[in-house]
């Protein structure tokens, strides 16, 4: 057993790309969620727009990478709007179910065989992010004393905590504001809201569109992270984790959601280290009658799904939130 | 009208409860020359109805011929359970469509407004099963309701200078209404945790927050107790003192006799009477509305057919006299 190992990738996951991604998606989550209350779970599927809508933007249609970052973040607007329209006036259970539909199509049109040509079907996109990588500051790998990262690391790691702190900042001013005020009151009773004067609607499509927006700048992270993307980048279990990260976190919180990513993909690396390894050699720590090496991966799913389970009964206000201000309540 | 009512639980209301007497002497004398009929017309309606039909499949849940409130007086709408009340409430503030009907406050039209719009244009109700922000602290609560808020739009939300003045405004005006209604203590309490009456209250001062014209309270005594009940009394009273006109709806009759100028009563969807209390309460046709018209006969088979048949007729000719 290697534990100094074990706590690098561990270590590496919570502080790197994987942390860094999941914050912002659940930045997005926060504000539909925590804050506006509203039940969306096609987070995915405005990762993918975003994400798609960048390297689409450079590869298929041949325009500058910093012309491409705007048309993502518009492809998500144009996808909140189009969301919203016909749901934020019912039901909240209506978004749900129309945004996690809306996430599939979106997966499976772009890596469908006869859009190929724009998306590159199952195979994804490559080559986009030249212009990203030209005005790399890093020369050499940086030395973090746990782990070290190379040069692109590096650099994507300095864009997307930078980011991160940004979307935070950005939630900050916004909820401390009469206007986040408006929101959390949707959340608790929006009919109230209503008969007070406030345009409900317009506040739900506000939050959406921000939400979304902050989904697909997770989707360019994910796209500048690996320099390529693909249909899988962006199935279902993305927005679960999603929201695994921001209840872990406290939803409401500014920081929940970042605190929550950092501990999510710790212990999730951690488990999965740990199991690989206990699995792994000659003479394994666990006996291949118990679980063998393919299992081993995917028992920290099966831990994360149980943390989840835990986390709602016992503190569904996750490390951040208080109690009694939280929306969701299993007891 | 008891004076001594507010008193009991309200000491600083002693000066107020004689002005009360004086509004309701005035709104009395506003309402002299009203006919007591249902559909009458008033001298100064603020809130004109025509026609209103709301139906649920099969069901009229409300068909009101005409309906007029008077300006700067207390009306009262009654009727027996499912006699439409909250029905009509939610159709004259936009909160639900009528299957036909024009209605106007203030002599603009509100067919087609949204709720949020006819909020804003003066007109401000309250919910039956009160709807606090309960993750909200109270003083929160009452901030979010003051209307014409800068902070509210998006790009100025992030410039807190455009805000800061206008929000210190509205949280001045939200302490000495929490001050009015005896909820200052509270003041950084979650909504959540205050108890049922203490929640009439919040709304009831937070609907105030919008500076609203007319005000229209669903049951605002539904589970209230006695000693709050004197004082949600007072508060009431003082809304009409103040010049707003409060329309109501309650099934508590001494509220309504104690309180109201006016009562409009409604059965089976229809307005079937209006009046002063006093007038309205001692009408047979309210009567049978709530107890039915034949709770002291006998039932046979041979008078339950003579009861029928008399309801037949009766139902013809009652139809006939609201239109």
Redesign the interface.
């Known amino acids: 057993m290697n534990w100094d190992q074990i706590l690098e990738f561990s270590l590496r996951s919570a502080l790197g790309s994987d942390a860094i991604v999941y914050a912002m998606a659940a930045i997005g989550l926060n504000v539909h969620f925590g804050y506006t209350g509203l039940l969306n779970f096609g987070q995915a599927g405005f990762m993918a727009v975003g994400g798609y809508g960048l390297a689409a933007t450079v590869t298929t249609f041949g325009l500058s990478f910093w012309i491409a970052i705007p048309i993502g973040i518009l492809a998500a607007i144009v996808f909140a709007l189009l969301l919203g329209a016909p749901t934020l006036r019912l039901r909240a259970d209506y978004l749900a179910i129309v945004t996690i539909a809306a996430a599939e199509i979106i997966r499976i049109v772009v890596g469908s065989v006869s859009l190929q040509e724009w998306f590159g079907g199952r195979d994804g996109l490559q080559e986009f992010n030249d212009s990203f990588t030209a005005i790399n500051p890093y020369s050499s790998s940086v030395d973090l004393v746990v782990f070290t990262l190379r040069p692109n690391d590096a650099w994507v790691f300095t864009v997307g905590w930078i980011s991160v702190a940004l979307a935070c900042l950005?939630v900050w001013?916004?909820m401390r504001?009469?206007?986040?005020?408006?929101l959390?009151?949707i959340?608790?009773?929006e009919?109230?809201?209503?008969?007070?004067?406030?345009?409900?609607y317009s506040y739900k499509m506000?939050a959406l569109v921000l939400g979304g927006v902050f989904g697909g700048i997770a989707g360019f992270l994910v796209a500048l992270d690996q320099a390529a993307i693909n249909p899988e980048n962006f199935s279902t279990d993305v927005t679960f984790f999603a929201y695994t990260v921001l209840i872990l976190g406290g939803a409401a919180r500014v920081l929940g959601p970042v605190v929550g990513a950092i501990m999510f993909w710790f212990l999730i690396s951690l488990l999965g280290n740990f199991f690989t390894q206990a699995t792994a050699g000659p003479e394994p720590l666990i006996s291949p009658a118990i679980m063998d090496g393919t299992q081993a991966s995917l028992v920290r799913f099966i831990a994360a799904g149980l943390g989840l389970v835990l986390l709602i009964i016992f503190r569904p206000q996750g490390i951040f939130g208080d109690k009694?201000?939280?929306?969701l309540d299993a007891r | 009208m008891p004076a001594d009512t507010t008193d009991t639980t309200d000491t600083t209301d002693t000066t107020d409860s004689t002005d009360s007497t004086v509004g309701t002497a005035k709104a009395a004398a506003a309402l002299s020359d009203v006919a007591r009929e249902p559909g009458a017309t008033k001298p100064d309606a603020i809130l004109v109805a025509d026609g209103i039909r709301r139906q649920f499949g099969g069901l009229t849940a409300v068909d009101v011929g005409h309906l007029e409130v008077q300006r700067g007086v207390i009306t009262a709408l009654i009727g027996p359970n499912g006699a439409g009340k909250t029905t009509f409430f939610n159709l004259l503030t936009g909160f639900d469509r009528p299957d036909a009907g024009s209605w106007t406050f203030n002599g603009r039209s509100l067919d087609g407004i949204a709720a949020y719009k006819v909020a804003r244009l003066g007109m401000v109700r309250t919910f039956q099963l009160t709807k606090v922000l309960s993750k909200l602290t109270v003083i929160e609560n009452m901030r979010l309701a003051a209307t014409g808020q800068r902070g509210e739009s998006f790009l100025s939300a992030l410039l807190p200078m455009r805000w800061r003045g206008q929000e210190r405004a509205n949280t001045e005006r939200a302490d000495s209404l929490l001050g009015r209604f005896t909820l200052d203590a509270k003041r950084e309490d979650f909504a959540g945790s205050l108890s049922g009456g203490q929640r009439k209250l919040l709304e009831m001062a937070r609907a105030l927050m919008v500076e609203p014209e007319l005000v229209m309270l669903d049951e605002p005594m539904a589970g209230v107790n006695p000693a709050l009940k004197q004082s949600l009394l007072g508060h009431v009273k003082t809304l009409r003192d103040e010049g707003r006109t409060v329309l109501f709806v309650e099934h508590d009759m001494d509220m309504v006799r104690d309180i109201s100028d006016w009562v409009v009563v409604m059965a089976q969807g229809q307005i079937v009477a209006e009046g002063p209390p006093d007038n309205v309460m001692a009408n047979q046709v309210v009567i049978d509305a709530y107890l039915g018209a034949h709770h002291d006969s006998d039932i046979s088979v041979e008078a339950e057919e003579q009861r029928l048949a008399a309801e037949r007729n009766r139902g013809a000719d009652q139809k006939e006299t609201p239109r």
């Open positions: 950005l001013a916004l504001s009469p206007w986040g005020r408006v959390k009151s959340r608790e009773d009919e109230a809201v209503r008969s007070l004067g406030k345009n409900v506000q009694r201000e939280i929306a």
